[in-house]
DNA sequence: AATCCGTGGAC
DNA sequence: TGTCCAAGGAT
């Protein structure tokens, strides 16, 4: 365990500052509970995995409504699962989620499962969702670190900008500052991962609404460029990963209709990266070929 | 351990 | 306009 000196007000302010100024957000309300139960969460987690919350909403209630349960979702097609995930991003998570809810059936019963080991063997679930299923749906205690809550331990306590790799010192730190009681440490999970996603944001942290400014180590030295930014994305602009998303759009907006392979994007500026595209989608699960045209997987 | 994997809003 | 970045995970 880290033997960093903790401001006591990490542990103080946040539950009060949480309870007063959290987001009003779906997979918050007792409601969702009630009428989807931690497959709900599950679901939520998968979509919220690297795409903002704003765009996550829109789509979460349909989800749940068409696939109101694991069993449900695994008798689906991968092209359902896919033409469901629209826009999303990343849409291998809408695969792994479905496998997913296949192992969930076949293995569990259809319910998905309460301990941190079993919810870590399923496919798309790490670290992080994993302990976030078992803490934000059951109610477990353990230690929930996301990448707001791993910036706010790096400012508050250790003094830098912006986080490192993540690690496991992380799980360890937020742990020796969760509450005892069960109900304030799931409370205290979601209030640092509020903080870093309202107040404590990577580019442009309003010091002057934390709940926290007072014992921030960072901001006590003056916010410091410490160097340790996070890697660049590799660009978008005539990236594979575009290639691939211009595919995959292509195939859900003509499905069920299968696309001549001659018609998958004849103009592309870079037919060979077209080609690594597809066959990149094919390995992936997201796209099947019959030898003259392309389609999402059956 | 570093890289890859979509999409779109904010600045 | 281009860069940054978002409730990560797999390899």
């Known amino acids: 365990m880290p033997d960093t000196q903790v401001p006591s007000d990490v542990v103080s302010a946040l539950p009060e500052w949480y ?14 509970h009630d009428e989807f139960g931690a497959w709900g969460v599950l679901v939520s987690e998968f979509m919220l995995q690297q795409t903002p919350v704003v765009r996550v909403i829109p789509h979460l209630d349909a989800w749940l409504k068409r696939w109101p349960t694991p069993a449900r979702m695994a008798s689906a097609s991968a092209a359902d ?8 991003g990343y849409p291998r998570r ?11 059936t076949d293995r569990h019963g259809g319910v998905v499962p309460r301990g941190v080991d079993d919810l870590l063997a399923l496919s ?5 969702t994993a302990r976030a299923v078992a803490v934000f749906a059951y109610g477990d205690r353990h230690p929930v670190v996301d990448t707001n809550t791993r910036r706010v331990l790096a400012r508050a306590v250790e003094g830098r900008a912006q986080p490192g790799a993540p690690s496991r010192r992380d799980l360890d730190l937020m742990a020796s500052l969760l509450p005892d009681d069960i109900d304030a440490a799931a409370m205290f999970n979601a209030a640092a991962m509020e903080l870093g996603a309202t107040v404590c944001t990577s ?15 960072w901001l ?14 590799a660009a978008y602009e005539g990236s594979d990963r575009q290639a691939r998303g211009a595919v995959l759009r292509l195939l859900r907006t003509l499905d069920p209709e299968p696309v001549p392979l001659a018609a998958v994007l004849p103009d592309w500026p870079d037919a060979g990266q077209r080609d690594r595209a597809i066959d990149s989608l094919i390995a992936d699960g997201l796209a099947e070929a019959d030898g003259s045209a392309l389609f999402l997987p059956r």
């Open 124 to 128: 798309g679930i790490g670290d992080y």
């Open 19 to 32: 309870r007063s100024t959290a987001r009003d957000l779906p997979w918050r309300r007792p409601e969702f």
């Open 94 to 104: 809408a695969l792994w989620l479905h496998r997913a809810a296949v192992e969930i």
């Open 81 to 88: 699962v896919v033409q469901q995930w629209a826009n999303l």
């Open 203 to 217: 580019r442009s942290p309003r010091c002057e609404l934390c709940p926290l400014a007072g014992s921030c180590a």
């Open 220 to 233: 006590a030295a003056g916010r410091p460029d410490t160097g340790d930014e996070r890697r660049r994305q």
